[in-house]
């Protein structure tokens, strides 16, 4: 819809079964002649959306912890994803001595480390740093390995800040990899840019929570989300409900009827009083 999306990337990308996305999207009823005519007909012109409004969990335990019932999100954070692959010599855990070791493991350990230690310099709570994924191989307890792929994801509401920290993980990368006698290569994943929640949305949040009578707060949003590339062609917001201890992504995700009956209730009146503004807006034109 945002137009971020290119038909390159989609003729890219398959899954395990070797299903490209026009034809899982033909299966389901949807599609198009190709992954262009798709993304043709589904992107929509910036002026065409008056407002976006998302409504979710927050993912995180700050209203539960603080008591808090709606999350008035200011900005989304986004993330820049990177593979890191570090290949070694391997060998036999007993015979191959130490000091002849080219260990990517190792090498590995010392990025996931520096990220780590990096962001925790920043000083701040809006910039994190995730070493997610490792696959090892040959990954036995009597081989030394012979490589190492990790995956780490970054991401703040600060762009040059984000940017900053993913350029001294390359940079480690390089510096370790020279010092453990491993070769490397970087990949990346993507680059997206934060976003600016709308301050009239923003507003338009605060006075329908208050309205209600529901307690709430002004927050970051640091998960990715639809609003995050909405904002690129409308004015954009969010209203964030608590979750049990924070959780999501897992089996036991929890939202309490009452905290989503309160923020479809939010939702609601938000979208009535943005959806009078804009016919107030137009009619003026």
Same mark, same amino acid.
């Given at each position: 819809?945002?137009?971020?999306?290119?038909?390159?990337?989609?003729?890219?990308?398959?899954?395990?079964?070797?299903?490209?996305?026009?034809?899982?999207?033909?299966?389901?009823?949807?599609?198009?002649?190709?992954?262009?005519?798709?993304?043709?007909?589904?992107?929509?012109?910036?002026?065409?959306?008056?407002?976006?409004?998302?409504?979710?969990?927050?993912?995180?335990?700050?209203?539960?912890?603080?008591?808090?019932?709606?999350?008035?999100?200011?900005?989304?954070?986004?993330?820049?994803?990177?593979?890191?692959?570090?290949?070694?010599?391997?060998?036999?855990? !007993?015979?191959?001595?130490?000091?002849?070791?080219?260990?990517?493991?190792?090498?590995?350990?010392?990025?996931?480390?520096?990220?780590?230690?990096?962001?925790?310099?920043? !000083?701040?709570?809006?910039?994190?740093?995730?070493?997610?994924?490792?696959?090892?191989?040959?990954?036995?307890?009597?081989?030394?390995?012979?490589?190492?792929?990790?995956?780490?994801?970054?991401?703040?509401?600060?762009?040059?800040?984000?940017?900053?920290?993913?350029?001294?993980?390359?940079?480690?990368?390089?510096?370790?990899?020279?010092?453990?006698?491993?070769?490397?290569?970087?990949?990346?994943?993507?680059?997206?840019?934060?976003? *600016?929640?709308?301050?009239?949305?923003?507003? *338009?949040?605060?006075?329908?929570?208050?309205?209600?009578?529901?307690?709430?707060?002004?927050?970051?949003?640091?998960?990715?989300?639809?609003?995050?590339?909405?904002?690129?062609?409308?004015?954009?917001?969010?209203?964030?409900?608590?979750?049990?201890? !924070?959780?999501?992504?897992?089996?036991?995700?929890?939202?309490?009827?009452?905290?989503?009956?309160? !923020?479809?209730?939010?939702?609601?009146?938000?979208?009535?009083?943005?959806?009078?503004?804009?016919?107030?807006?137009?009619?003026?034109?």
């Amino acid at each position: 819809m945002a137009g971020t999306l290119t038909a390159g990337l989609l003729d890219q990308k398959v899954d395990e079964n070797g299903t490209c996305f026009k034809d899982a999207a033909a299966s389901a009823g949807y599609g198009g002649k190709s992954h262009q005519d798709i993304l043709d007909k589904t992107k929509v012109e910036p002026g065409k959306v008056s407002a976006f409004v998302e409504l979710h969990i927050e993912q995180g335990p700050l209203l539960e912890r603080e008591g808090l019932q709606i999350g008035v999100v200011t900005a989304i954070a986004a993330p820049a994803s990177f593979r890191v692959q570090f290949n070694g010599d391997g060998g036999h855990a !007993g015979a191959l001595l130490m000091h002849d070791r080219h260990d990517p493991v190792l090498a590995a350990a010392e990025v996931a480390l520096h990220l780590e230690e990096y962001v925790l310099s920043q !000083g701040t709570e809006d910039t994190v740093g995730t070493t997610g994924a490792w696959h090892v191989l040959s990954n036995n307890i009597n081989s030394v390995p012979r490589e190492a792929r990790i995956e780490i994801d970054i991401r703040d509401i600060d762009l040059e800040r984000r940017d900053a920290v993913v350029k001294s993980v390359h940079d480690k990368v390089k510096s370790v990899a020279q010092k453990r006698g491993v070769a490397y290569s970087i990949d990346m994943i993507n680059k997206d840019p934060p976003a *600016t929640c709308a301050d009239q949305v923003v507003n *338009t949040v605060q006075g329908a929570a208050k309205q209600l009578g529901l307690s709430q707060k002004q927050m970051v949003s640091r998960a990715y989300h639809d609003s995050l590339f909405m904002a690129q062609i409308a004015p954009a917001g969010m209203i964030f409900i608590p979750c049990k201890n !924070g959780w999501s992504h897992r089996p036991d995700e929890y939202a309490s009827p009452v905290d989503i009956e309160n !923020g479809v209730k939010t939702l609601a009146l938000t979208l009535a009083e943005l959806a009078g503004s804009a016919v107030s807006d137009r009619s003026e034109l």
